[in-house]
Every structure is written in structure tokens, then in C-alpha cells.
């Protein structure tokens, strides 16, 4: 089972939830350029024969060809399957799993984008315990262990190389649906920013504002009491001092890098700081959570179609304008982020228009009435994102549903970029 860490300070450290760490892990974490070439000896560890799932596009590149020629040269026997659409529906599941059973395979590596790796994570399930998909919906419903699965991200986003959850399209609900468990976490992630290098402008900006969102989420999610059975009891635990740094960290790397990743594409060190605060932030938020933001997210995505993290950059200032009250040093420290300066009330009220306003710079667009969402589905959507309770629940204000249709109802008309600069 992937690596949970918990430690409490000492009781007379009041208030004691303030000293609480959880945190849920891979076995191995390695980041830096050049990393990639570590997957022959990484992998030899788990087995001889390997199924690869991959992004279609990436299996004629020379990384890929490289890594399959790596893999090889250790013994390691490949089959590779990319066959994988994007949003992950389910009805591509049986053929994926059908792959890994004639590859006879002791090992899933993933190489790609979100869709990708969670497809590895939930073949992992399927092959170890059977199916239909449907009986693993929620939380804590995986058994036990799947395969070792070895994920090897080339987006700067999902974080899904390192959290125990992934996300599917299925046809007979209205939304999105997720899987929750710590059983799902990749057993490997290898994180090289080379391989972001040939990441679109678009993929880029979705994928590195979905990574914002997870950092700013996790940063404000709920916090809740320091209880023996807490990680136990769910898999999303809420805030504490350990996913604070890290989501802190991962704001402030990502805001250093994400800009000059879409006007300079070949600027490694922007990559890297990008996929840096994208890794921490999947890190913060596989054990913290998102909320409300993510939550609403799933109705939104599935009536307009746009990229997950286009949509969540939408949602995410109306969210942080709600959560505010409940947040207010956690906002301040979000906005100094940003620029801001001042006493922490001055700075806590910016920070939903100083990130609406940089979210506006680099392409996000202002409202959901801009990427086509019917102001006659408000309603409707406000129910569907309170229905995802694993994310709602962990809002640091409880989502009602008048507050899920007050924030829908303000995405819908939207910031203004002048707003955001206007308080910068």
C-alpha cells in the first residue's frame, strides 16, 4: 500500500489540530531534468513484462522511443497500448484491460498526460480485483493493491502521479465520477520537465491552472480535528501543516513559471517550475483535497466540453471570493503571492481579484457565459457539484446549495482583468 505518514506535536501544543501531517505518497518520488532515463532501472525492480499505456501522439516521439529502447535493454518485455481518449470514459476500459492481460503484464508504466495515468491506475484495480469499474466509485471502495504502477507525466497539471484518486466520464451519470483510494497511488513518479516541452499553449494553460487551483484549494480546504481514525476514515482529510507548505510552495513556483512557459515554450526552467508546483500541489491536494471549485467543475466540463483546468481557472476566484471569511491569513498569504502588499485584511480581500486578474493575463476565460454554459443550467449545476460530496465536504465554508449557485451565478458573469489589476 502507498506510504501514509501521520505525525501529531505533542498535546500541549494547542490548538492541536494546527500541528496535524498527513500525508499519502508514492513509494518514490524523482523530479528533475533528465529523470525519464532512470524508468529501465526503476522498472527492472517490478517485474520483467510491462504494459505502457501512452498519449497517442507521444509513441512516434524520440522520448518514447528512447524510453521503450531503455526498457528493453534491461530485459524488460513491452507492450505498448495507446489507444486512450481524453476524459477517460469507461467504455474504453475493457479493451485496456484485455492488453494488460495478453502482455502478461507484472507492471503498468504510464506515459502522458492525466487521462493516461489514470487509466493505468484504474487497469491496476481491474486487473487485481476484477470488475465492473462501477463497484469502486467513491471512497475507500478499492480492496487492496493493484499492480505497481510507474507514472511518467508529460502535462504539468493533473498531480495524478501522485494522488490516490482518478477521474471518469461514464454515460450513465451527468457528471464526472471519481475513484478514491489510497491504493491508487502510483507506486513511481518520475517527473522530467523535458518531456513538458512539447506541450501546446493550451495544454500548458489548463494543465498549469488546474495545478494552481489544486495548490489553492488544498491551501484553503477545510481543516478538521486531529483524530486517531481521521486518515482512516477519508481519503480527502483536509488542510494541515505539512499540505500547507506544500501547496504555499507550489503557488508561488508555478506563478514563477507558468507565465513564461506559454510566451517562452522552451524555457526549461519555467517547465520545471511549473511541473515543481504542479507535483506539490498534487502532493498537498492528494491528501488535503479540493473543493468547491473542482466540485462544480464536473457539471460545468460535461456541458461545455472544455479542458478540466479551463474550467476550474473560471470557477476558482467566485470560490475564493465565498471561502474568504473562513480564510482570511491563507488568502493574505495567497495574494502577497501575487504582489500584494500590506495588512493581512487588505491583502486577504485582493486575493480572488489579483488571481482572477492573472488568471485573465495568461488566457483564462472571464466567465462561464464566455465558454458557452446556459445561465438556465445554474441550478441544475449547483446540485451536481453539491452531489460530489467528497469535494464539497471540503469546503472551509460549508456549500450550501444557495452558496454553490451564488458563486456559479458570479463565474457566470465573471471577473474582469481590470479588477484583478485594478487591486494589484
Avoid at 522511443?65 to 528493453?72: H, K, M, N, V
Avoid at 445561465?375 to 469546503?395: F, I, K, P, T, Y
Amino acid at each position: 500500500m502507498p506510504t501514509t505518514v501521520t505525525a501529531t506535536a505533542d498535546t500541549d501544543l494547542p490548538p492541536a489540530s494546527d500541528f496535524l501531517a498527513i500525508l499519502r505518497a508514492p513509494h518514490e518520488v524523482l523530479f528533475g531534468a533528465g529523470q525519464r532515463l532512470a524508468l529501465p532501472w526503476v522498472a527492472a525492480r517490478y517485474g520483467s513484462r510491462a504494459i505502457v499505456f501512452a498519449d497517442p501522439f507521444l509513441t512516434s516521439s524520440p522520448e518514447f522511443t528512447a524510453a521503450l529502447a531503455g526498457l528493453e535493454d534491461v530485459g524488460i518485455a513491452t507492450h505498448v497500448y495507446s489507444e486512450i481518449l481524453p476524459e477517460l470514459p469507461t467504455h474504453t476500459l475493457d479493451a485496456a484491460v484485455e492488453a494488460a492481460r495478453r502482455a502478461d503484464a507484472e507492471m503498468i508504466i504510464a506515459i502522458g498526460g492525466g487521462s493516461s495515468i489514470d487509466l493505468a491506475k484504474v487497469v491496476a484495480v481491474l486487473m487485481a480485483h476484477g470488475g465492473p469499474i462501477q463497484r469502486y466509485y467513491g471512497e475507500f471502495k478499492v480492496p487492496g493493491p493493484g499492480l505497481p504502477v510507474i507514472a511518467v507525466p508529460t502535462t504539468a497539471g493533473t498531480g495524478s502521479e501522485v494522488t490516490p484518486v482518478a477521474v471518469l466520464t461514464d454515460p450513465d451519470k451527468e457528471s464526472k465520477v471519481g475513484i478514491s483510494s489510497p491504493y491508487l497511488i502510483p507506486t513511481v513518479a518520475i517527473c522530467d520537465p523535458e518531456l513538458t516541452l512539447s506541450c501546446p499553449p493550451v495544454v500548458t494553460l489548463a494543465s498549469g491552472v488546474d495545478a494552481l487551483s489544486h495548490c489553492i484549494e488544498s491551501y484553503t480546504a477545510v481543516r478538521r480535528a486531529s483524530t486517531g481514525g481521521l486518515a482512516g476514515e477519508r481519503v480527502f482529510v483536509g488542510k494541515s501543516a505539512l499540505t500547507d507548505e506544500l501547496a504555499i510552495t507550489g503557488i508561488r513556483s508555478i506563478v514563477d513559471g507558468l507565465e513564461r512557459a506559454l510566451t517562452h515554450p522552451q524555457d526549461v526552467e519555467a517547465r520545471a517550475a511549473v511541473m515543481y508546483g504542479a507535483l506539490l500541489g498534487g502532493l498537498a491536494f492528494g491528501t488535503a483535497g479540493t473543493a468547491a471549485a473542482h466540485a462544480l467543475q464536473y457539471p460545468v466540463g460535461a456541458v461545455t466540453h472544455t479542458p478540466h483546468g479551463i474550467g476550474v481557472g473560471v470557477l476558482l476566484p467566485a470560490v475564493m471570493t465565498y471561502n474568504a471569511p473562513a480564510r482570511p491569513a491563507e488568502m493574505a498569504a495567497i495574494a502577497r503571492v501575487f504582489g500584494a502588499e500590506g495588512s493581512q485584511e487588505a491583502c486577504a480581500a485582493s486575493a480572488p481579484h489579483l488571481v482572477a486578474g492573472y488568471l485573465a493575463r495568461i488566457g483564462i476565460p472571464a466567465s462561464l457565459a464566455e465558454i458557452g454554459f446556459p445561465l438556465d443550467r445554474l441550478n441544475w449545476a449547483a446540485g451536481q457539484g453539491l452531489a460530489a460530496v467528497r469535494l464539497s465536504e471540503n469546503n472551509p465554508v460549508p456549500l450550501t446549495l444557495d452558496g454553490a449557485l451564488r458563486i456559479l451565478t458570479s463565474a457566470h458573469s465573471g471577473y474582469t482583468a481590470s479588477e484583478g489589476q485594478d487591486n494589484a
